[in-house]
């Protein structure tokens, strides 16, 4: 199994440092996070390198995709509009609220043209255009704890902007390596063997940045 480390540096500030994810992304602040033209367009962004650093093979146009740190859905969308079916999980619940009401809504939406098309007796070339309902689901989840899914479920992994979380502690019982560890050890796990997963982050330090790359290597990740 093939694990990519992309990241880069923020001048932003860093809310890692302001607790956990869950109480930083409450309702206001995932909202706010969901409605930022700037943090939607950075997000796909950074979803479709991801993407395209999976090396998807071109004979399946669809894979079944773990997304971790989904957040509000922004990379679950992007996953949707290459044709994917994806599971995120997310540590805030008011973050996957935001992504499950955005996926509602997709749903709704496409029941409707549906509908639409059927009373309208519209042509094939119409229905092409119908809005294509989500192919996602959610998980209140945090990935420090370890992944709970079946060995061998996922074809392919993808993280946006979430795995620095994981080292920061909480509290004076966590620690960071070991939450990394316990989460590489089950990605490995859950991932197919000819998978890859492709993981963004932003570290604060370098340090950080070896210490991710050492925990992945430690359980059996190469790349």
């Known amino acids: ?33 969901h409605s930022s033209s700037r943090m939607v367009n950075v997000q796909r962004e950074i979803t479709l390198r991801a993407i395209e650093l999976l090396l998807l093979p071109s004979d399946r146009p669809s894979s079944f995709i773990l997304d971790i740190g989904c957040g509000s859905g922004l990379s679950g969308q992007v996953l949707e509009d290459q044709g994917h079916v994806w599971v995120g999980c ?6 996957l609220q935001v992504a499950r009401e955005r996926m509602e809504a997709s749903m709704e939406e496409s029941s409707n043209n549906k509908d639409e ?25 945090d990935m420090g704890t370890g992944l709970p899914f079946r060995p061998a479920t996922f074809d392919a992994c993808i993280s946006i902007s979430a795995l620095q979380w994981l080292c920061y502690s909480n509290s004076a019982s966590q620690s960071p390596k070991k939450r990394l560890i316990r989460f590489f050890s089950s990605l490995y796990t859950v991932l197919k063997k000819s998978a890859r997963a492709v993981l963004q982050f932003y570290p604060e330090t370098a340090e950080q940045a ?14």
């Open 1 to 33: 199994v093939i694990c990519c480390f992309f990241f880069a540096t923020s001048t932003m500030s860093r809310p890692e440092l302001t607790g956990h994810a869950s109480l930083f992304y409450n309702e206001k602040e995932a909202r706010k996070y």
């Open 117 to 141: 098309s059927m009373n309208n007796n519209d042509s094939d070339d119409d229905e092409e255009d119908d809005q294509v309902p989500s192919t996602g689901d959610l998980l209140h989840h």
């Open 90 to 95: 997310d540590v805030s619940r008011d973050m």
């Open 210 to 223: 070896v210490l991710i790359s050492e925990c992945a290597t430690a359980v059996g990740f190469g790349g």
